[in-house]
């Protein structure tokens, strides 16, 4: 392993430079703050506290939307952050939007996949009809572990205006939360994109952040081969391999929509 973790002087400079980016981003749109989706989970926890140090607390709206796969120790950690925050935030249960679609399309009936980026794209939805209503952007909470191999649902909780701990890794997330003051409790607390029931993201990825954390920043992102990397991390190479397949296989949802080459 490798440590990838900032010191406090670098861990400073990333939370000037993401909170002057959040300023930006609203100041350029002309908007009047931003909208946030809070799971209880430490991305969007890190980014609401961001998102409040960098704008202020009245120009951060949380919404809590919870599914009936969704837990209730996250769902009241979610609004227990919109309350250390003091920011505004609604509570929309999205099972009801969820059984629309479904009765509109029942053969999705049972598909967790389907039924699951559902889920994340009716959350985006109603990010969106309240940044829409209130004038303001929807901020993502997506980090770079994530990104970089297409953990997440496109459209769904990628569906964002921008993305304010989009370069950093996993662990550096937990480490600048630390640094800003969130609770303990929830800075450690074990990655699930709660899609499903039960589902957390290192079963699903098949690797722990540590780990893709450190292939990342050596050979998806540094400068090493694969088998530089495997004597580095002293790991084997199917396990470089098989994140650079995801990597590669996920390209799609880092990029722009592709349209043909236009006729000369
Ligand atoms: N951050 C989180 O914790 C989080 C949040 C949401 C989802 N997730 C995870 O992300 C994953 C989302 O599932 P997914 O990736 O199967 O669904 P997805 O809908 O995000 O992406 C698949 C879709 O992308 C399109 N596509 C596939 N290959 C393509 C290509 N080569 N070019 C262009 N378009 C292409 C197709 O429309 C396909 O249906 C799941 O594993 C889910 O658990 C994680
Ligand atoms: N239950 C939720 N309420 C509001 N916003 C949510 C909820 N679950 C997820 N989100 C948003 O989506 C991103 C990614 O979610 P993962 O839990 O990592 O899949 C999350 O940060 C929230 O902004
Ligand atoms: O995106 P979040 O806030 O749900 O964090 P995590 O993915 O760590 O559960």
Aim: charged residues 25%; contains cysteine; glycine residues 8%.
């Amino acid at each position: 392993m490798i440590d990838l973790r900032f010191s406090e002087a670098e861990l400073e400079r990333r939370r000037d430079r993401i909170t002057e980016f959040i300023r930006h981003q609203v100041d350029a749109a002309g908007a009047d703050g931003v909208v946030l989706g809070l799971s209880g989970g430490i991305d969007s926890t890190l980014t609401g506290f961001l998102a409040v140090e960098a704008l202020g607390a009245d120009c951060v709206h949380g919404l809590v939307l919870p599914a009936t796969v969704s837990s209730e120790g996250h769902m009241s950690d979610a609004e227990r952050v919109a309350q250390i925050l003091e920011i505004s935030y609604d509570v929309i249960e999205i099972e009801p939007l969820v059984d629309s679609l479904l009765s509109a399309y029942p053969e999705a009936e049972g598909d967790r996949e389907a039924v699951g980026n559902a889920r994340a794209r009716i959350r985006a939805v109603l990010n969106y009809l309240v940044a829409n209503h209130e004038s303001r952007l929807v901020v993502g909470t997506g980090n770079r572990s994530e990104a970089a191999v297409g953990y997440f649902t496109k459209y769904g909780d990628g569906a964002v205006d921008c993305h304010p701990i989009g370069n950093l890794y996993k662990g550096q997330v937990r480490q600048l939360a630390h640094h800003v003051g969130v609770p303990e409790e929830l800075a450690e607390k074990t990655a699930t994109a709660e899609l499903w029931a039960d589902q957390t993201d290192e079963d699903e990825l098949g690797i722990s952040y540590e780990m893709l954390d450190d292939i990342l920043a050596t050979h998806i992102d540094g400068p090493l081969s694969v088998a530089a990397t495997c004597r580095l991390l002293e790991i084997d190479e199917e396990t470089v391999e098989m994140v650079r397949r995801m990597y590669e296989q996920t390209e799609h949802k880092r990029n722009a929509p592709p349209a043909p080459e236009p006729l000369e």
